[in-house]
């Protein structure tokens, strides 16, 4: 079983930076593709980024794709999502996800989440 703990939301102004953490426990963790989803209030879950167990692939949603960047430590058991150039519609709450995926932009392909945790990004 693994567990996974976000960390690092909150609130920011357009324009600022964040850098969200996911905590992993277990020793798989180094096998699984990791991604970010996120979902804002009354909207469906939606794909980020994500990136395969050594780091060497990333993905990205066309939203975020050159202010997102995500990144691994598995000496940490560590997946890092940092977001530059916030805009409001980034608002949502991030959710971390771990798994193997044949697609890494499908949600429920993912066996494994975290609660989420807020952004809030003010104009």
């Known amino acids: 079983q693994v567990q996974l703990i976000e960390s690092g939301g909150g609130l920011v102004q357009a324009g600022g930076s964040l850098r969200l953490s996911c905590a992993a426990s277990?020793?798989?963790?180094?096998?699984?593709?990791m991604g970010w989803f996120r979902q804002a209030p009354g909207k469906e879950r939606e794909f980020v980024a994500a990136?395969?167990?050594?780091?060497?692939?990333?993905y990205y949603a066309d939203s975020v794709k050159g202010r997102f960047t995500i990144s691994r430590d598995n000496a940490k058991n560590t997946v890092y999502l940092q977001m530059n150039s916030l805009k409001p519609e980034d608002t949502a709450v991030y959710y971390c996800?771990?798994?193997?995926?044949?697609?890494?932009?499908?949600?429920?392909?993912?066996?494994?989440w975290g609660q989420g945790t807020h952004v809030t990004v003010s104009s």
């Open positions: 990136i395969n167990w050594s780091g060497s692939r990333t």
């Open positions: 277990g020793r798989t963790f180094n096998s699984y593709t």
């Open positions: 996800a771990g798994g193997y995926p044949n697609e890494v932009g499908t949600f429920n392909q993912y066996n494994y």
